[in-house]
């Protein structure tokens, strides 16, 4: 018996760490110390706030790093970093520091900002709601997906891997559980992180309906 | 106050039936909100809007406004100067006499909330009744508290940190505190006569009062006269445009007439603009919403070349009206523009006049710059956003953990 997907959506309270940066050993010595919920703020908040942009906006590091300090080199390597084949936040955490660490290594830290251009740490809250809509099949899925807030399609494929550190996002478990294994494999292989996300929820949409009668 | 059902058709009914949740997952707990005065101001403008529409949506809402006498707001003035980085004297029988008008009102405060939220300074010491009413508390900043005098922030300190939680509007304005620091941005109301949509009718009449061109570009920024906005700044960046591209210049704002230095200010701006019949300079009573609303909408490029700022609403208030604002980096601006993607932040007068130029001249690229801009004003600064975030907040001081399934 597959179980239907139960649609949820999520938001966010931003909290203020305190912790800040001006240069990039100060970016380096945050890093390694702010919570997990902090590296996963800082990476993402851009993909919610900034949905509707193509090309999006970078992590918050890779644009303090290029549009702050100037520091073009850098802000391309944080900029590059292929999020989505990170398991958790403490593996790309883990990432960020050895570039900084690396670069430093070769240029030092020493380009800094003026006191109001510091980065400013911060983290956040999840707060996991349920949604009205229940899918029990593909064909409700993709009528559902239609309609669901950007929140929600958020939820089921960012914050359910990297932040809740699922293996895969929800809806390819789901499509997985109920042996539509090629639908499965095409919604996982998505890169989320250089797509829009209303490109996002046309791009499954147009997977699952391709595949409907596998 | 417009019903919350109005906001539907600007934000879709999934952000109004997600409000509706949020607010359900609240029920039994009486929210009290408590400042410090009941009209004027930015606090009172937020409560009288916000504390009807958290009704709306079936949390059980109120509103207490604290008294104090004459030399009570004399001492909470200095207060809010030395919190801005004035150097002043407060002295400990100023202190005292701010607790002791606090502690009167705490008597007065006949039935308590579950969550009491106080905002400002002013009424910052009630949250000494914390220890007997053992409810939750949260102090919401509503100031610029990036630069604020150590005795002054020593004091507060006191009091902040007996509270659960404490809201700051931007990231720069957090302190070292012992207390969980929240986030949540300033917003604007759509609905409000200052951001509505006006007919085009309305905004010619408005443009032929004023006697400004509709057939040529205009570029506004609207702001008090003060030193800290730049107006003498605003009119050497379009002086330096004007010699490429036909454009007309609004500086327009308000002001108190008791304000010496803004009247300086003011006649300043009229005397570098007496030889440019295409400078307007507009001192606007109060109340001229609908004049604002309509400037910026007839505007082809909004500037807010501001040398300091607390959140500086006026950008998005010209984003969400879908014109193209070219604004300095500081204070909340940058929380409200990326760079090049939903508008342009600049660093200099130079940086101002190239990028002007460039928008006046290349429409296309200014209108994908708007198109993103309202879009994010839209996502981030509506008035429901803000209400989602307090009842966030609220929440959040029931819960411990970095996730939380409701």
Redesign the interface.
Known sequence: MIQPFYFKTRFHLVRLLTIKAKNPAELLAGIKIVPASSIYYHTHRFLRQHHYLSPEPPNDFAFWLTNILNLRELGELFAGIDTVSYRNMENLRAAFIKILEDYMTDHGSNVECAEAYKFHFMSCITFVLPTPYVANDPKEFVAILHKVSIDSLYFHIFEAKMRLERDENDFSAWFKDMGKVKTAAEVARIDPYTITLEGLRNKIIHIVSRNAED | MPKISRYIPIV?Q??ID?LY??GEKLEGRKIQNINSTAVGGGVAEILTRMVPLLKQIGVNACWDVIRGDEKFFTITKKFHNALHGVDIKISDDEYQYFLEVNRQNARDIESWGDVVFVHDPQPIALVEMKQRIKNKWAWRCHIDFTHPRSGIMNFLRSYIEQYDSAV?SA??F????RI?????TPSIDPLSDKNRNLSAKKIDSVLEKLGLEKSRPIVTQISRFDYLKDPMGVIKVYKSVKKYVDCQLVLAGGGATDDPEGMQVLQEVKDASVDDPDIHVFFLPPASDITINALQRASSVILQKSLREGFGLTVAEALWKGKPVIAS??GGIPLQI??K??GILTYSLEGTAYYLKQLLQDPGYASKLSA?GR??IK??FLITRHI??YL??F??LY?R??????
């Open positions: 879709g999934g952000v997600e949740f949020l700051f990231p720069a957090s302190r070292d505190l969980p620091q929240v986030l949540i980096a500081v990326a760079h993607y939903s993103n879009e994010h996502n981030n989602r975030d966030l907040l929440l959040s819960y953990d970095d996730v939380v399934d409701l």
